[in-house]
């Protein structure tokens, strides 16, 4: 028989167009979850490229945005709640998937905002 080793998936949240300021506050946050906060410099990586720290020296992105990683639903939620009490409210947000984390930050970041106008009112007819 062979031994299973049960792997803890790493939490990591990216930041993406975040002020200083607010990026601390997303780290303290994070930090009682035990995620790591990683900050998004080029919009032209993928989102798992930028999950994995490597660093680019295209455009920064301007659109607020977060990507979470590695998290359950109960440990993202109280994540989530944490940084709404902080008085972090970013309405672009995703978690990463097997089919998103090939994307490149600036075609997700344009597919939220889609789905966040549509969600909204914005695109209906």
Do not use: Y
């Not at 109960?74 to 998103?100: F, Q, Y």
């Amino acid at each position: 028989m062979k031994a299973r080793i049960s792997r803890t998936p790493v939490k990591k949240v990216l930041c993406c167009g975040l002020s200083a300021e607010r990026e601390q506050i997303v780290k303290l946050c994070a930090a009682d979850f035990s995620a790591e906060v990683v900050t998004a410099e080029d919009t032209a990586l993928t989102i798992g490229q930028l999950l994995e720290g490597v660093k680019g020296s295209g455009q920064a992105p301007a659109d607020e945005c977060l990507v979470f990683a590695g998290f359950d639903r109960n440990d993202l939620n109280g994540l989530l709640e944490s940084l709404k009490m902080s008085g972090i409210r970013i309405p672009l947000k995703a978690v990463l998937t097997p089919h998103n984390g090939g994307w490149r930050l600036c075609d997700l970041i344009e597919e939220l905002k889609r789905e966040h106008e549509q969600m909204n009112g914005g695109g209906a007819k």
